[in-house]
T-cell receptor, first 108, second 114 residues
Framework: DAKTTQPNSMESNEEEPVHLPCNHS???????IHWYRQLPSQGPEYVIH???SNVNNRMASLAIAEDRKSSTLILHRATLRDAAVYYC?????????FGTGTSLTVIP | EPEVTQTPSHQVTQMGQEVILRCVPI?????FYWYRQILGQKVEFLVS????????KSEIFDDQFSVERPDGSNFTLKIRSTKLEDSAMYFC????????????FGQGTRLTVV
């Protein structure tokens, strides 16, 4: 069973970088690593995904360990609107496996 | 920007009644999913659907649940006889053809069983 492990919660000061870690030691070679976030009372929103190489987009960066057993989502400058639950997810075959997520609090 | 839409946003039903939750996936997407989230808990997988058949389903998706793509645009989740523990947010998602694509989630339907 594919599983991810994330800290339950993290805090960050506004306008500072945030590094959200995820362990996924059971990942297989073809599983993509996705990150989604969920604001209160909303559906999960795509943030970024990758397979082996580090990835950047307008929202965030994704750093994937060489052995692929862990990854880190990097928000370069946290804003108050980034306060959400962040999920590290496997995409494997027919489903996206959600973990319990990290609740990010951004302090003004 | 294309989006997944779900209706209704909130449904209240009596225990034992049938409910149908509706979803309109993004038009050129081929893979469809239902997830649920009980209040305060994590997002749980229910079922995935491709090429007009179920690809995978979880233990939660028992005989009381069914999915259908009746007209090539809608994607529905039916719960035949609702129980109190079915109260949750239900999210529909869809993704495109290639494996390396993200899923787009709808805003959810809040189902309350009384």
């Amino acid at each position: 069973d594919a599983k991810t492990t994330q800290p339950n919660s993290m805090e960050s000061n506004e306008e500072e970088p945030v590094h959200l870690p995820c362990n996924h030691s059971t990942i297989s070679g073809t599983d993509y690593i996705h990150w989604y976030r969920q604001l209160p009372s909303q559906g999960p929103e795509y943030v970024i995904h990758g397979l082996t190489s580090n990835v950047n987009n307008r929202m965030a960066s994704l750093a994937i360990a060489e052995d692929r057993k862990s990854s880190t989502l990097i928000l370069h400058r946290a804003t108050l609107r980034d306060a959400a639950v962040y999920y590290c997810i496997f995409h494997t075959g027919n489903q996206f496996y959600f973990g319990t997520g990290t609740s990010l609090t951004v302090i003004p | 920007e294309p989006e997944v839409t779900q209706t209704p946003s909130h449904q209240v039903t009596q225990m034992g009644q049938e409910v149908i939750l509706r979803c309109v996936p993004i038009s050129n997407h081929l893979y469809f999913y239902w997830y649920r989230q009980i209040l305060g808990q994590k997002v749980e997988f229910l079922v995935s659907f491709y090429n007009n058949e179920i690809s995978e389903k979880s233990e939660i998706f028992d005989d009381q649940f069914s999915v259908e793509r009746p007209d090539g645009s809608n994607f529905t989740l039916k719960i035949r006889s609702t129980k109190l523990e079915d109260s949750a947010m239900y999210f529909c998602a869809s993704r495109g053809r290639r494996m390396n694509t993200e899923a787009f989630f709808g805003q959810g339907t809040r189902l309350t069983v009384v």
